[in-house]
């Protein structure tokens, strides 16, 4: 059986697993996101569907924003923020306008700042947006933004949005499926 993939633009949101996963939970934790049902340390955009041997993703990690398969991604559960018909475009669009882009390891101290009200006037958070970096699920968030896709709170900064918290976003119901190997 194939898994039908959801619509290109779609947001997916991965559990990443040993240290690097563990450190990422542990930060959304420290900076109020990480739930004790929190399962997600990482998303990616969808831009090219099909199936799973065909359909690519674009994500952040670190060495930078990359286009790869999806199929990097068997074998483990997504969670899928279905993108709308009429964001699908853009979304794709404004993934593409991030390849290459560095990774930003200061939205972790960021987001940790202003959830603890360390931050008030936003100078680290100044700081990450000078640099032109990004991490995984802020680049899916400024891509709804770029796209006009109202999936974010309206007022709230990409870079404060955590893979955990992003999984917030997801539709009523939604589960993770398994994409098969």
Not at 2 to 22: C, M, R, Y
Not at 61 to 68: A, D, L, M
Not at 120 to 134: E, Y
């Amino acid at each position: 059986m194939t898994l039908a993939l959801p619509p290109v633009g779609s947001i997916g949101l991965v559990k990443i697993e040993g240290f690097v996963g563990e450190a990422i939970e542990l930060g959304e934790i420290l900076d109020g996101d990480g739930l004790a049902d929190s399962k997600y340390q990482h998303a990616f955009v969808l831009v090219d569907g099909g199936t799973l041997d065909v359909a690519q993703v674009v994500e952040a990690e670190p060495g930078g924003v990359r286009q790869t398969a999806l199929s990097e991604y068997a074998g483990r559960e997504v969670l899928w923020i279905p993108c709308p018909p009429e964001y699908q475009a853009k979304m794709t669009q404004a993934a593409f306008t991030y390849l290459g882009i560095g990774y930003s390891y200061a939205d972790y101290p960021a987001i940790a700042a202003h959830h603890l009200g360390l931050d008030p006037l936003h100078l680290v958070r100044g700081i990450v947006d000078r640099s032109g970096h990004v991490m995984c699920s802020q680049m899916a968030g400024a891509c709804c933004a770029k796209a006009g896709w109202p999936l974010i709170p309206a007022g709230s900064w990409p870079g404060y949005i955590t893979p955990a918290r992003m999984a917030a976003y997801a539709p009523p119901g939604a589960t993770p499926e398994l994409l098969a190997p």
